[in-house]
């Protein structure tokens, strides 16, 4: 290493004598054989996705509560080290590095969106850390931006539209109108849906496609109305979601609708903004918590204990990160990332969100994805989950771009 | 509007004007010592900081000086504040992501190519706003780098930018930058002798062009636009030539950067980030070379340790304002202040 | 021998006529005053003779040829150079290195002389802010006087001076006319000082020419009185 | 092209009309574009929100301009005033460090979540215009802001106040010497400016979704709305502002990604062809 550094300083400029006095930069992790095992959980803590931030902290809190009243893995304690960042890549980036480098993590957690981890995917292996993504969705993350140092726990987008579309006979409506963001997901959820519509004998009459972060959705709800539509599948995300929802009601389209699908439009934190005009909606949801299994139970327990609310899929899959990783480390027998990473190929482990095997071509957590419908429930508003459909519809294959 | 109005943030270093050529001479020869001897010290930074997470906020902060100091120079010596130098360095970065990702280009290759569209973006931009000065100025310029933001992030340009999702750099293992691989490139201790082999030329270039006639030229023009004019001397040609050229700086800085972080995301264009330069510019002070530089490192390391939930910018935010109304001409014009003072004390 | 010449110069703004249809001619080694009361157009007309102002009609000719769309910087290249009525100077510069950088443009050869003239030679080093408003006056007229231009236009160089001082920039204008064959222009509100430094005199009202001709006719038109000697006296 | 859509662009212009107004105001006076702008029209929108929540959305209709009026006042009295002898740059980017740290105060006081205003009960849903089945508070918004543009052109013409507040705008410092007290016109313009802004946020929060971001996604529109229609001229920029909102939602029907970059595309062309902007001012 000392001698690369000095050839590339002296490949640039002058030739130069340098006494080469003390260790050049290059140390990463701490000591992986001994101590605790460090995990960094680098949630955005400001942001429209603080909340999500912060309920993604807790299951992971749960898992290593867990685990440490256990005896920890092989006898070691498992140590948490939260941050925090502002959602952008560069931040994040450095906060990582500097977990990873300061203060010897080994293992990344809780980072929320895909550029943050198109980013950070970037230098996992120069870092030598192990990123578990159980937030960001994109499918570019297990493609083009994939990496063998990241675990890919959530479902992708394209896994999630695949489990609607195969769910679209489920729901009233013959007429759709897709309504999506315009952006990577928004264009690929469209034409998967859109095809399995039409194999379903459904019509599309309208596809549209708003910028990220428009305000005003009057244009396209004034549209969606004259398009003769009976059904919507929306894709808008956050407060495009919100607008695209609030607008809606004002302009009275439910009236015309049979079904308004939404893909990662509503969710669980959401409820309350929304309010009651989203009881009856459907949309994508990554976690049945009604699921009848022994590890569901005994998270929803002790999560409950914990933090005083029941879970929704954001902390369940932070959680399920977890237990994937204490698997790993354990079939490993040490927590150096790329022994834990070599050992997570292709191992099934039981957890919260079922029986999921880890995809040894590009990482991709195998799972189940689940159709829910908003319904108003004792506690306010719920999800139903109304079909689930396993990973082997959901994605066949990994995407011949990934290449470790 | 025509009331052009002392600015003391941009006001000049009231430096000892050397009257004799060969006075002159001798300046330019000792700064150019001060120069190598700067570049030479420097390189030997990454034997005495070797933890790599201290040296890659020295790196980030060498190429966000590039920006600054590109920024610095247009303010120095036109009176001219731009807010819309983040879009060649964001241009800049992206030209290298576009070769080497897209086009398979070796990444040094690339960072010429990026290079070359930062800079021919300043001169678009330049062609557009150099004729207005003041408050229009630092308008135009944040509403055209807004612009090409928001082309960047069209769907329409998603192969080549990767829209909203940003882009990653991707080239073959056995293609290098300079000697280096893509993994030593992340490596801050190996990639620092580039950042900072730049920074120290650039600024010694911008140096240099400040105190030749041109630079004499633009402080003419700074100082007494329509007098220029009256005075038989072209005022658009030397202010667009400026621009570009501080441009061109900008996206050395923005084409290193992209290489150094292997990841281009379309914040590198945004509103704050052509913000936070400004500001980190002008906390350091435009009076002098080293003030952007001395600001910049300043707000990189504010980043890195005060930004707890997300808090940043109420700092930054802070810092602006107490700065412009207390200390106009920054830490550093202040500080100079006070070496005259205790200068003109002694005598 | 006519060597600078506006025809007919009318500048409106709007439905406003500041200046209707005036006619001016100057000669080389000849100074030629531009008198009027407060509102009369005088800086209207070295605007539009100068270029910094389009007249909206009427020509401005220089050496026999129309010039009135060249822009002002060619007009400078070619030997046309006003002054102006605020300073007009390169503030944080010292006067050494503006008058140079203005030479430089303009092929000056001998800036010495120009400083020795105007009794500038002391204060080069200085930077131009700090030095007195009358001597910054004098670098005014001598970023005017580089490079040997043929007419000089001068707006009001008085303006701000105390009354000595009033007397000696007068004379410089007037001694360097003479010495170099320059045809000066020489707007004033001094009206005592332009018929002590002028050749020929013309006086504007209301933006109309009053009355043209030597010190001597223009006190005895019997126009001029009445519009503007007969108030002031 | 169908009724709908026009009135959707009316809509939208209307909103950038009072903001737009408010900000050129400011400008034609103290020669500063306010970035804070965008950040005064957000607080506009947050206030909204926490004061309907309580008592209803017309009160928060008539105390948001008021607790602007007052951060006017302040922000006059604290900055521009003081300074006013400083560039106009460092004025600008003083109220560009204001625009950061409201930005995020507004996020410790109300947080980060997105936020809904529902308009009130009369004006949800939707009522018939000319024909047209139209959300009634948009059409709510198009009247209220048609009536206080007019409102505000009758202020600035037939009154001293607005008789001052011209001719400072023209030239401040003649206005100064005829007699015209300046500071006290300047702290008249600047409440009403930002009372505009705010009143725009309010009339916003029921229209579009709160977040944090809405303050600075505006602001650029806005600045440009102001340069288009002529630095510092009122009228001009209440035009751009309705023509830009209008030109901007037809566009969307026919293609939304033109449609994100038409305020540019609108800045450019005026550079090129009139950089006086519309009503005729220099941008200087």
Avoid at chain 1, 242 to 267: E, I, P
Avoid at chain 1, 356 to 373: A, M
Avoid at chain 3, 125 to 137: L, M, P
Avoid at chain 4, 29 to 50: D, E, K, P, T
């Amino acid at each position: 290493m000392k001698r690369r550094l000095l050839a590339a300083t002296t490949a640039v400029t002058l030739s130069l004598t340098m006494a080469a006095c003390g260790a050049a930069s290059d140390s990463s992790g701490g000591d992986a054989e001994e101590g605790p095992i460090k995990i960094a959980l680098i949630p955005p803590t400001s942001g429209a996705l603080a909340q999500f931030g912060t309920d993604s902290v807790k299951g992971w809190e749960t898992a290593v509560r867990l685990v440490n009243e256990d005896g920890g893995i092989d006898g070691r304690e498992v140590e948490l080290l939260v941050k925090g960042t502002d959602a952008d890549p560069a931040t994040t980036l450095r906060v990582a590095k500097e977990a990873v480098t300061q203060d010897g993590a080994q293992f990344i957690g809780s980072v929320m969106t895909s550029p943050e981890h198109g980013a950070l995917n970037a230098q996992l292996e120069g870092l030598g850390a192990l990123s578990f993504n159980s937030l960001g969705k994109d499918d570019a993350l297990v493609g083009e931006q994939c990496s063998p140092y990241a675990v890919h726990v959530v479902q992708t987008t394209s896994m999630d539209v695949n489990a609607l579309a195969n769910s679209i006979a489920e729901m009233p409506g013959e007429k759709w109108a897709i309504q999506a963001v315009d952006y990577a997901t928004g264009h690929s959820a469209a034409e998967t849906f859109k095809a399995a519509a039409e194999k379903a004998g459904k019509e599309v009459v309208l596809e549209q496609f708003a910028p990220l972060n428009t305000t005003d959705f009057g244009s396209y709800i004034t549209k969606l109305k004259n398009s003769g539509a009976d059904a919507v599948f929306a894709v808008e995300f956050g407060a495009d979601g919100v607008a695209f929802v609030q607008q809606a009601d004002q302009f009275n389209l439910d009236d015309q609708l049979k079904t308004v699908l939404g893909l990662n439009m509503v969710s669980e934190p959401l409820f309350e903004t929304l309010g009651e005009s989203i009881v009856g909606y459907y949309n994508n949801v990554g976690y049945d918590a009604a699921a009848d299994t022994e590890a569901n139970k005994e998270f929803i327990e002790a999560y409950t204990e914990d933090h005083g609310s029941a879970p929704y899929y954001v902390p369940a899959d932070a959680y399920a990160a977890a237990q994937i990783l204490f698997a790993g480390i354990e079939e490993a027998g040490s927590s150096e990332p790329a022994e834990v990473a070599e050992a997570l190929a292709d191992l099934t482990v039981e957890t919260n969100v079922g029986e999921v095997t880890v995809r040894g071509t590009d990482n991709q957590v195998l799972r189940d994805s689940y159709l829910g419908k908003v319904v108003k429930g004792d506690g306010g508003l719920a999800f139903e989950v109304v079909t689930n459909t396993s990973a082997d519809v959901t994605t066949t294959e990994s995407d011949p771009a990934c290449k470790f | 509007m025509t009331t052009t109005a002392p600015t003391d943030v941009v006001s000049p270093s009231a430096a000892a004007p050397e009257a004799s050529p060969r006075g002159r001479l001798k300046g330019t020869l000792v700064g150019l010592g001060i120069a190598v001897a700067t570049l030479l010290a420097g390189l030997a930074v990454p034997y005495v900081v070797t933890d790599t997470y201290r040296m890659s906020l020295l790196v980030e902060g060498t190429l966000l000086s590039l920006l600054a100091i590109g920024i610095g120079f247009l303010a120095r010596h036109l009176g001219l504040i731009s807010l819309g130098h983040g879009a060649f360095f964001g241009a800049a970065a992206y030209g290298v992501g576009i070769a080497t990702t897209n086009w398979g280009w070796s990444p040094t290759t690339a960072v010429g190519f990026g290079v070359v569209v930062g800079t021919g973006f300043a001169v678009v931009m330049g062609l557009l706003v150099v004729r207005s000065s003041g408050f229009g100025f630092l308008m135009l310029t944040l509403a055209l780098s807004q612009a090409l933001y928001a082309l960047s992030v069209q769907t329409s340009a998603r192969p080549l930018t990767g829209a909203h999702d940003g882009k990653l750099l991707s080239y073959d293992r056995d293609m290098t930058f300079l000697g280096l691989a893509q993994r030593d490139v992340m490596n801050p201790g190996l990639f620092w002798p580039m950042a900072w082999i730049a920074l120290t030329m650039c600024a010694t270039v911008l140096w240099l062009v400040g105190r030749s006639r041109f630079g004499t030229t633009l402080e003419g023009i700074r100082e007494n636009e329509e007098r220029m004019r009256f005075s038989g001397y072209d005022t658009f040609g030397p202010r667009l030539v400026a621009f570009v050229l501080s441009g061109a700086v900008a996206s050395l800085g923005g084409a290193l950067f992209a290489i150094n972080s292997g990841y281009v995301s379309p914040d590198i264009l945004g509103f704050t980030r052509a913000g936070d330069s400004l500001i980190a510019a002008l906390v350091g002070g435009f009076g002098l070379l080293v003030g952007p530089i001395v600001g910049t490192f300043l707000f990189v390391y504010a980043q890195a340790n005060f930004n707890f939930g997300g808090n940043l910018h109420l700092f930054t935010g802070m810092a602006l304002i107490l700065v412009l109304v207390f200390m106009p001409g920054g830490i550093t014009g202040s500080l100079q202040k006070l070496y005259h003072r205790l200068r003109r004390g002694r005598r | 021998m006519t060597i600078f010449e506006g025809r007919g110069l009318t500048v409106r703004y709007g439905a406003h006529v500041a200046l209707d249809g005036v006619d001016i001619a100057l000669e080389p080694g000849v100074v030629h005053g531009v008198i009027g009361p407060n509102g009369a157009g005088k800086s209207t007309f070295i605007d539009a003779l100068s270029g910094r102002k389009r007249p909206s009609s009427g020509t401005v000719t220089f050496e026999g040829v129309d010039i009135t769309r060249r822009s002002v910087r060619w007009r400078r290249r070619k030997g046309l150079s006003r002054s102006f009525q605020r300073t007009s100077v390169f503030g944080a510069m010292t006067v050494g290195d503006q008058l140079e950088m203005v030479a430089r443009r303009n092929n000056e050869e001998d800036l010495g002389e120009i400083v020795r003239t105007l009794g500038l030679e002391g204060i080069l080093d200085r930077v131009c802010a700090e030095i007195a408003y009358g001597t910054q006056r004098s670098v005014d007229l001598a970023i005017a006087l580089i490079g040997r231009p043929k007419v000089v236009l001068l707006d009001e160089p008085c303006a701000g001076l105390v009354h000595d001082e009033s007397v000696r920039m007068l004379q410089h204008v007037r001694d360097v006319c003479k010495e170099r064959d320059v045809a000066a222009l020489l707007v004033e509100h001094d009206v005592e000082g332009v018929f002590r430094t002028c050749d020929v005199i013309t006086v504007l009202d209301l933006g109309k020419l009053l009355a043209t001709g030597t010190p001597d006719d223009v006190r005895a038109d019997e126009n001029v009185i009445r519009a503007y000697l007969g108030s002031a006296a | 092209m169908n009724a709908a859509q026009l009135l959707n662009g009316i809509a939208l212009g209307s909103l950038l009309m009072v903001l737009s107004s408010g900000l050129a105001m400011i400008y034609g006076l103290r020669g500063v574009a306010n970035f804070a702008h965008g950040a005064l029209y957000m607080s506009g929108a947050y206030i909204a929100y926490s004061v309907s929540d309580r008592a209803g959305f017309w009160l928060a209709l008539l105390v948001v301009p008021l607790a602007l009026a007052v951060v006017g006042v302040l922000l006059e009295l604290v900055f521009f005033r003081p300074l006013q002898h400083r560039s106009h740059i460092e004025l600008g980017l003083i109220t560009f460090g204001l625009a950061l740290m409201a930005e995020r105060l507004v996020v410790l006081i109300w947080g980060e979540r997105t936020l809904r205003v529902t308009p009130p009960e009369f004006l949800q849903g939707t009522s018939n215009f000319l024909g047209v089945e139209y959300p009634s508070y948009r059409l709510a918004i198009i009247a209220i802001a048609v009536v206080l543009a007019a409102a505000l052109v009758l202020w600035l013409r037939s009154t001293t106040t607005g008789l001052h507040i011209r001719a400072a705008s023209q030239d401040i410092e003649t206005a100064a010497i005829m007699g015209i007290n300046v500071d006290r016109v300047s702290l008249v313009v600047v409440a009403v400016g930002s009372a505009l802004a705010g009143f725009a946020g309010a009339l916003a929060a029921p229209y579009i979704a709160l977040d944090p971001g809405m303050g600075s996604a505006f602001l650029i529109t806005v600045l440009i709305i102001v340069v288009v229609g002529g630095i510092g001229s009122i009228g001009g920029a209440m035009i751009a502002g309705m023509g830009l909102g209008v030109i901007q939602s037809v566009t969307t029907v026919w293609s939304p990604s033109v449609a994100v970059v038409v305020p540019y595309l609108a800045l450019t062309i005026v550079l090129l062809w009139r950089p006086t902007g519309l009503a005729g001012k220099r941008v200087s």
